[in-house]
């Protein structure tokens, strides 16, 4: 008996070990090309990622997702190289966090144009990033559409969400959208919450659903970096909403902070990835909303 039990733990080490060398196998940086597209790309960075598009007039690239990684930037211009040697033409920025558009110089170097929303190029030039390339042009409210060689993608704004400066990337023909932080794939929020806008969140993810996509690339990879569907969007509506209305109910009896936030749980969403970091946050910007009126 004792012999089968140790034989047991045996295999369970074999298979525990196996499970840790997989996890240590998956490289930093990933360059993806997504099903079914001519040359839609979805670029990985440690947990970052971006989408870049190689059309045959040049390429259109995103995010460089490099913050705290010198060498990101560089490595992902040589990324993109193995796949085409055609001009980097463009880079745009899904909204101002660094953490996702930190690192840019090797394709201001190989003469792309950068372009964001007008309210992250304003909030750039304010803060002055030294990892940072400076968008040369902004995006209006009533967006802007990108055509080059075969490719069509347009950029669009649709008020505060998880950022005031949040671009939807969509490629009509191919059905795609590349929306960063604000609809997470199968995950919790977590320290996106910082400075997200509740009320008009759910707006704006209802005005996403309501465009013509079927797949989106989310900026942080998903679950075995799947990519998202119009139920994982409407999953996370519900996910916020589930939330808000769970802390009015605390903050409306006068808890926030302390005591909200330590009575606050979301049981249903338990088992879903980043549940015990994300929590404290998603707290803490309820309260914010239904506790003090911000
Ligand atoms: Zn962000």
Known sequence: MLHKLFMFVGVLMVFTGMAQAQQAARPPIATTKVDGTEGV???????????????????????????????????????????????????????????????????????????????????????????TVLPDEAVPNRGRTIQLGNTTLELSYHGLNHSDSTLVMRLPKEKIIFVVDTLPVGTMPGRGMIDFYPLETEDFIKKVLAMDWERLIPGHPGPGDRLGTKKDVEDQLKLLQTASATMKTLAQQGKCWDTAEKEFQLPEYEKWPGYASGLPFIARRYCGLWGRGT
Do not use: C
């Open 41 to 131: 790309y979805v670029f990985r960075n440690g947990n970052h990622q971006a989408m870049f598009v190689v059309t045959s007039d040049g390429v259109i690239a995103t995010d460089p997702v490099a913050y705290g990684r010198p060498n990101g930037g560089q490595q992902y211009l040589e990324e993109i190289r193995k796949v085409t040697d055609k001009p980097i033409r463009y880079v745009i920025y899904s909204h101002h966090h660094f953490d996702h558009i930190a690192g840019g110089k090797a394709f201001k170097d190989a003469g792309a144009t950068f372009l964001a929303h007008w309210r992250a190029k304003e909030r750039l030039e304010q803060l002055k990033d030294p990892h």
